[in-house]
Every structure is written in structure tokens, then in C-alpha cells.
């Protein structure tokens, strides 16, 4: 393989000392406060800005922009060209594979208009990647988690076009696709069937719509209940969507406030970890636990419209936590410590939320935010005071700006990858927040306490699990385990892009209430695997061992029916 031949660039001056400043006066505000967590940058430039990003079962990271913007930094493999028209060619890459362990870098070919599109996981582990702009809008992508593959395309997978649409892997292991720009509709992937051919109505999604230019509802947020429907969010409402009989069967409260939450007015939703339970009751039905969404920051709804005359409105505070299996659900309403826009939400593997990336003022677009919120904010949903405020802690800044067009991910090691903000046209490096090519990690504050760190020896029986599954964990420790300190949790990787994580889900598993010591020394504990696939949908999942709130490192397991 050539080496990719990448264009250096050199950061214009000023720039340099704004983001100095930027970074100086995010920490001298609070300040002699000392921050939790630390930052690392893993590579200055992997040749591509990372707007879409995906962390496959091999421990690879698939990133990718879009592709009709102009020259990336880095080449096609192989020096190869695509031929776009009789009189030009694109030799550049637009999607790379980036190796967390050795911070390696492979240009990978996708052929196809990625801009703003959307993306889930198959039960085998394929990234399957849909929509996008023009061209692109109705392809559906696959990528393997396989030694040297590359993208593969099917040009017409998609009935209908889907740009700033929503994914969700679901309970058959299907994925549903909803939404998209004008597209008041949804679908399924893979079309194995006549009922996946059809396009089925959605208009909550033009009732929700603030206006043509500036919808406020885009990239909607989806949570697949616990019991199989499907919640779905756009600008400041949600209903629980049954879509196998597309019928909404349940309605909720509008969130408080005036603040829209969704593109271009861009907050952010987790559903909040699902405990789970090890036994049935007399009669031999399942206990299902209850689903709790939490959606935090976005923006007044004339925001947009104001940061493009150049009036740049401060991003909201608001966080509300709904109980969307609740029998007469209300808003729980809190406030983050800082304004955001744009923030990615990621579960940790410890249960809590990080906040990540975004701006303290403007919209998502081009140009349209201002002031980078350089620190991260950690959220504990059990931890309470009498005003709620341990919820929330502020963790150590960062040295870029993360805008629009960035991304972040948890790693399997339990580290956060972060990468992308690109606020701008094309590739534009002397703008006012240039285009960013880097990836840094962010490490939470569990890698600096001072406690030993639990280690997965094995899993048994094995990495592939069915529902309801005996499992149980090997593992050491140094020192003794205390208890009730310890527990397991189970992650679902996602597909992040426009500060929404499609598919995350985090839940913490049935264990029986001992430690046994093994043969070897080891512990091991016992316990159950999710009993119903609308409580874990099939597929591959990152499984943590948590004692005293730090985790080990993750395995990656496999759940199916058998």
C-alpha cells in the first residue's frame, strides 16, 4: 500500500493565540478550582475531520466527513482516483480507519455523500451506515469488522431520501430509520420483507416542525423502550411510537422552558442505564425495569435565524429526565453548570453521562455558534441534594474548540475518544475556529483515583450469550472487594455524529449478591444476561466490571437467540 501523502498546514498566528486566550479564560473564570480528568491528544491529523464516527468490535475506530466538500488531507489507498465527470477526479480520501492502540491510520474508500447521514449496527457487527446528501441520500453503506475491508454500497438501499435522519437497532435486530430533511416518514434495514418495502407515515415529525428553514426537528432522538415501542423526540416533544403497526400509542408532556433540543437548534438525550433483575415473580413474568430518558441543552427556537445576522443567543442550561414508562409521566427539569449547544452525551461505563463538545452561544451551521465550551460536565442520575446539584461536576478543559461537526466516543479501555469541529464550508485551517483533524482522549475521572482496577479474566460460557443466560465473570483485583461497590454494566456501541450517539444504551446486570473465590485466586461473580431483546436488541456489546465507580477494561460479547 502507498503511504497516504497528507498536506501539512500551519496554523496561522492569531489563531494560535485565540485559542490560547479561549482555553485561559475558560479556567481563570472558575478560578483555582482543580479539574478532574486530563486530556491527551493521540494524533494532530488523521486527514480527515471526524463529523461521523463508530467504534467497530475490533477495536477500530471508522470516521468520515463528507465527501463533495473538496480535497481532505489525506489520499486515496493505493493512489487510486475517482472519477467524478469527463473532466475531474477526486484522489482524495473522505473515511478513515484510525487504531486507538497504535494511533494508526488507513484511508478507506467511500464513494457516496456521507454529509449529516446516520448509522447502527447489525447483529454481526457491521456498521450499516445510511443516507446522506444528494447522491448519497438514498445509499445504504456496509463496513466489516474484518482485516483491509473497506466500504461496500448499495446505491438504492433506502426508499426514500434521508439526510439529518435518526437510526435504532431494534428488538428483531432490524434498524429503523426515521426522519430526515422534509421526510415526515420511516423505514427499515434490511429490506427482507414485504413490510420493509413500505414507507410508513410519520406526521409528528412535520407537527414538530418550527419552520421549512429552520426546522428545530431534525436528527429526532430515539429510545427503544423497554417494552419494544419506540420513544421519539423532535424539538421539545416525544410520543411512543409502535412501528410495527405504526400506530402512536402514547403522547408525552411538551418539555418546559421554550428551548428546542433538536438540529439546528442541537441538544443532546441518553437513555439513562436500565437495572436490571435477576428473578421472575410466582406467576414467571419477566420484571421489566423502567426507562428513564434524560435530554440536556439546544437552544432557542430563533436561534439560528439570529447567529446568521450575527446575534448570537446563549445556549440553554435545561436538562429534563422523563420517565417514559411511567404512568403519568412529568418533566424533571435541572440545570447544567454551563450554557451548551452542540454537546455530545456519552455513557460511561460506570452509569454516569459525560457532556461533552459544543458552544456556549449560537446553532449548529455553518459559522452560527460562538463562544467553545472547553470543559466537559459529568452527570451522576442517582446522585441528588435537596436542589440536585451533586448531579452535575465540571471536569478539566480542553485546548480545541469542539463545534459543529464533532464527535465522541467511549472507548472499550474506558477512555473517550474526541475528534472532529468543522464549522466551516470546507477545509478551512485560518477561519476563526479552523477545521480540526486531530483526535484527542479524553480520560474521565475514574483513571486518577487512587483505587486498583478490576480486570475481566474471562466470561463464561463464553463471549456469545443468549437472553436470559447464566453468566458469570472471572476477574481480579488487588485487595479485597467490597460488595456492594461492585456491579456489571453493558454497553451498546453507537454511531455518533450532530451530538446524537444512535443505539446507546447502557445496562447494568442481574448478579447474585456473593463473591466466590476461584482455584487460581481469582473472583467470580454470577449473575444473568438480559432476558428480552427489547431490553438489550441482538448484537455486540462492550461488558464492564465496576468496583468502587472504576472500570475495567471492556470485553466484547455477543447476545442472541440461539
Known amino acids: 500500500m502507498s503511504v497516504p501523502q497528507v498536506k501539512r498546514k500551519i496554523m496561522d498566528p492569531k489563531i494560535l493565540i485565540f485559542m490560547l486566550l479561549v482555553c485561559c479564560s475558560s479556567v481563570f473564570n472558575v478560578g483555582a478550582q482543580s479539574y478532574q480528568g486530563k486530556w491527551k491528544l493521540l494524533k494532530r491529523s488523521i486527514g480527515v475531520s471526524a463529523m461521523h464516527m463508530a467504534l467497530l468490535p475490533n477495536e477500530k475506530i471508522v470516521t468520515f466527513d463528507r465527501s463533495e466538500f473538496g480535497p481532505s488531507n489525506i489520499t486515496l489507498p493505493q493512489g487510486e ?19 486507538p492502540a497504535t494511533r494508526a491510520v488507513r484511508p478507506l ?33 456496509y463496513f466489516k469488522p474484518c482485516m483491509d475491508c473497506d466500504w461496500e454500497e448499495d446505491q438504492n438501499g433506502l426508499l426514500s431520501p434521508r439526510w439529518y435522519a435518526s437510526n435504532q437497532v431494534l428488538p428483531d435486530g432490524k434498524i429503523i430509520v426515521v426522519g430526515g430533511r422534509y ?20 406526521p409528528f415529525l412535520k407537527e414538530t ?31 411512543l411510537l409502535d412501528y410495527i403497526n405504526n400506530k402512536v400509542i402514547r403522547s408525552y408532556p411538551v418539555m418546559p422552558g421554550g428551548i428546542s433540543r433538536n438540529y439546528p437548534s442541537t441538544g443532546s438525550s441518553v437513555l439513562l442505564p436500565l437495572k436490571l433483575f435477576s428473578t421472575t415473580d410466582s406467576d414467571n413474568n419477566t420484571s421489566t425495569p423502567d426507562a428513564e430518558v434524560l435530554i440536556c441543552g439546544g437552544t432557542a427556537p430563533h436561534s439560528n435565524e439570529k447567529a446568521n445576522v450575527g446575534v448570537f443567543v446563549p445556549a440553554s442550561k435545561s436538562c429534563g429526565r422523563l420517565i417514559i414508562t411511567a404512568a403519568s409521566p412529568e418533566w424533571e427539569m435541572e440545570e447544567m453548570p454551563i450554557n451548551r449547544v452542540m454537546g455530545d452525551m456519552i455513557m460511561l461505563p460506570t452509569g454516569d453521562v459525560l457532556i461533552i463538545n459544543g458552544a456556549a452561544k449560537g446553532t449548529a451551521g455553518w459559522g452560527v455558534a460562538r463562544d467553545p465550551v472547553l470543559n466537559p460536565v459529568l452527570y451522576r442520575p442517582d446522585a441528588r441534594n435537596s436542589d440536585g446539584s451533586t448531579r452535575f461536576e465540571v471536569l478539566a478543559p480542553s485546548l480545541i474548540p469542539r463545534l459543529y461537526h464533532s464527535t465522541a466516543h467511549l472507548l472499550s479501555d474506558g477512555r473517550v475518544l474526541v475528534g472532529g469541529s468543522n464549522p466551516n464550508i470546507n477545509y478551512n485551517f485560518s477561519a476563526l475556529y479552523p477545521t480540526e483533524l486531530s483526535l484527542e482522549a479524553f480520560y474521565p ?18 463471549l456469545k450469550i443468549g437472553y436470559k443466560q447464566k453468566i458469570s465473570l472471572e476477574f481480579t483485583l488487588e485487595g479485597s472487594v467490597i460488595l456492594s461497590d461492585l456491579f456489571v454494566t453493558m454497553v451498546a456501541p453507537s454511531f455518533t455524529t450532530h451530538s446524537i450517539a444512535m443505539s446507546q444504551r447502557l445496562l447494568v446486570l442481574a448478579f447474585n449478591n456473593e463473591v466466590k473465590k476461584t482455584s487460581s485466586g481469582n473472583y ?39
Not at 482516483?81 to 473532466?87: A, G, H, L, N, R
Not at 480520501?93 to 484510525?98: K, L, T, Y
Not at 421549512?212 to 423526540?233: A, I, M, Q
Not at 475521572?445 to 463464553?462: D, E, L
Open 81 to 99: 482516483c475517482i472519477k467524478e465527470d469527463s473532466k475531474s477526479s477526486d484522489c482524495y480520501a473522505h473515511s478513515v480507519e484510525f487504531d
Open 109 to 141: 474508500t467511500i464513494l457516496s455523500d456521507t454529509w449529516c447521514s446516520s448509522g447502527a449496527f447489525s447483529i454481526d457487527g457491521t456498521l450499516v451506515q445510511s443516507g446522506g446528501y444528494r447522491l448519497g441520500e438514498k445509499v445504504v453503506r
Open 524 to 562: 467470580l461473580v454470577e449473575g444473568y444476561a438480559p432476558e428480552t431483546a427489547a431490553l438489550a436488541p441482538p448484537g455486540y456489546y462492550q461488558l464492564f466490571l465496576v468496583h468502587e465507580a472504576i472500570p475495567s477494561k471492556g470485553k466484547w460479547i455477543q447476545i442472541k437467540q440461539f
Open 445 to 462: 475521572p475514574y483513571f486518577t483515583k487512587k483505587k486498583p482496577r478490576p480486570s475481566i479474566v474471562a466470561v463464561n460460557p463464553g
Open 183 to 202: 421526510q415526515f416518514t420511516y423505514e427499515f434495514i434490511p429490506k427482507l420483507s414485504s413490510s420493509d418495502r413500505i414507507l410508513y407515515k410519520l
Open 209 to 239: 416542525r418550527y419552520s421549512v428553514l429552520v426546522p428545530n426537528n431534525l436528527y429526532p432522538f430515539l429510545h427503544l423502550s423497554t417494552d419494544g415501542n419506540l420513544f421519539v423526540f423532535a424539538n421539545d416533544r416525544g410520543i
